[in-house]
């Protein structure tokens, strides 16, 4: 069966720090790849999806990127933390065809101080 | 530009009875509907879907209406019950897009007793 991981669950960083939040998915192959911010009071915003290898796509300007050094692990990073990056991160993976349902990590909660 | 919007922040229905959270999209493109549900400090799990050729959709106490012509689906919940209080996520995805799911705002429903 396929698991996603996701860690750490609970994040405190001071503004200017750098930031790696990492995600690896289990029992499946060549899935695409999310990763979401909830921020407080807020729905799922899209940050970045990936289809394969080395393939990312930003969906808005921010202060955060994301790499996928492997096929089943997404990277979220910062160079320099913002108070406003702070919120509720998830990651999450589907089947590589359109019409799939995506399964979430448990999140990270990131809070900047 | 919001692409999938739920315009009703929560909802407040008694044990017993029909809950009802709805959702409009603008993106004819899509072509997959889903909805998830969320507790606090915890990823999204996925409730139901529904294709776009379908209008219906029903698993159980929960039924999923999609009126295409109107971009407007639904998600009907009966009987309610105190553990289906959550935050429920409309989603939609297509096939063209990079497999994109975009996420509503979310509506907040609290089942009371």
């Known amino acids: 069966s396929q698991t996603i991981h996701q860690w750490p669950a609970t994040l405190v960083q001071p503004v200017g720090s750098p930031l790696s939040l990492e995600c690896t998915v289990e029992?499946?192959?060549?899935?695409?790849l999310y990763w979401y911010r909830q921020a407080a009071g807020r729905g799922l915003q899209l940050l970045f999806y990936s289809v394969g290898i080395g393939q990312i796509s930003s969906e808005v300007p921010q202060n955060l990127s994301a790499s996928r050094p492997q096929d089943r692990q997404f990277i979220l990073s910062s160079k320099k933390l913002l108070l406003s990056d702070s919120g509720f991160y998830l990651c999450a993976w589907s089947g590589g065809v359109g019409g799939t349902e995506a399964f979430f990590g448990q999140g990270t909660r990131l809070t900047v101080v | 530009d919001q692409q999938v919007k739920q315009n009703s922040p929560s909802l407040s229905v008694q044990e017993g009875r029909i809950s009802i959270l709805n959702c409009d999209y603008t993106?004819?493109?899509?072509?997959?509907f889903l909805w998830y549900k969320k507790y606090p400090a915890e990823g999204p799990t996925f409730l139901i879907s529904i294709s776009s050729i379908k209008d219906k959709n029903e698993d159980g106490r929960f039924t999923v209406f999609l009126n295409k012509s109107a971009k407007h689906l639904s998600l009907h919940i009966v009987p309610s019950q105190p553990g289906d209080s959550a935050v429920y996520f409309c989603a939609a995805s297509g096939s063209t897009g990079g497999f994109k799911t975009i996420f509503g705002a979310g509506t907040r429903l609290f089942v009371k007793a």
């Open positions: 993106n004819s493109m899509f072509d997959y």
């Open positions: 029992g499946t192959s060549n899935p695409n």
